[in-house]
């Protein structure tokens, strides 16, 4: 009785001194705050500051070369202003390059090839994020989903290490047909109301639910069963995000990461939800709070 009483103190304080699994860190769009968004010299910050994770924001040109942005046209963050899906690769190569940031003056834009070659070998994992997959190119959407799959192949990049991870649900209703294997994480907006109620919104370009804060979690479990999903990116500004909230939907099996995350505060609230992951641009001021505090 004595030696099995002895044992169970044992066991118990063992659990109680195991450290907690810090945040994973996922790098959008590279390092921004080092240089241009979806740069070579951010994706290089990203893997020196030690990121867990890339995000790829992915677009098809018209000659069907899978670039990464953010946007569908280059006029925000570039010297002009195209459409993607209007342009071919080489024209977008010759005539634009990125404002300057950091330091870093007259980048070019990044082919998907370009960033996995980079990062191939390391132990990186990556976000696939469709932002060019609408229903009006749905034969394009389809084209830049395979041709994803087909490069990430190439470089020999496992499905243990992609995320599909995006607003887009078409994305992930093809993926569920054609690639089951690769795990899909929905992102999802929370706007806070002053009446009280949320403005729930799960896919780009769509209508957005107002909900009473009590519906919010029957709503994801309903979207994680329809999509099969793997986890949520949720808004860590909304107020309806809370730890309980965090610990419903990981006790459910989905796994939870939080967007933006850009300075200490975010970062030490980030840790306090519970949250898997963390979305940043700035490595530098948030992962030393990550490294610090377990969940």
């Known amino acids: 009785m004595q030696i099995k009483t002895v044992l169970i103190a044992s066991i118990c304080l063992t659990a109680m001194t195991v450290p907690a699994e810090p945040l994973k860190l996922v790098s959008h769009a590279g390092d921004q705050f080092s240089a241009p968004g979806h740069s070579i010299p951010a994706y290089r910050a990203a893997i020196e500051l030690k990121a867990d994770i890339l995000k790829f924001d992915l677009h098809l040109t018209r000659d069907r070369v899978i670039v990464l942005t953010h946007d569908k046209t280059t006029g925000r963050k570039m010297d002009r202003d195209l459409t993607f899906r209007r342009t071919d690769y ?50 394009d959407s389809e084209l830049l989903a395979d041709k994803a799959m087909e490069l990430t192949r190439k470089y020999g ?116 939800l519970g949250a898997d992951a963390a979305v940043t641009d700035n490595l530098k001021e948030v992962r030393p709070v990550m490294m610090n505090k377990g969940k």
């Open 157 to 272: 990049i496992g499905k243990e290490r992609l995320m599909i991870a995006t607003f887009r649900q078409p994305a992930l209703i093809y993926m569920k047909r054609h690639y089951p294997e690769i795990r899909r994480v929905l992102h999802v907006s929370m706007a806070d109301q002053e009446n009280g109620l949320c403005r729930v919104n799960s896919e780009t370009d769509r209508s957005k639910r107002l909900m009473k804060p009590e519906t919010i979690l029957p709503h994801l479990l309903k979207k994680a069963r329809e999509l099969d999903l793997y986890g949520f990116n949720l808004p860590i500004s909304s107020r309806y995000l809370t730890r309980e909230l965090v610990r419903q939907l990981q006790e459910k099996g989905y796994w939870i990461s939080v967007w933006f995350v850009q300075d200490k505060e975010a970062a030490a609230k980030a840790v306090q």
């Open 90 to 139: 080489p024209e977008i190569l010759r005539t634009c390059t990125y404002k300057k940031v950091g330091g870093f003056d007259r980048e070019k834009i990044v082919r998907l090839d370009q960033a996995l070659e980079l990062a191939r070998d390391t132990e990186l994992s990556f976000w696939l994020d469709m932002k060019g997959f609408t229903v009006e190119g749905q034969e």
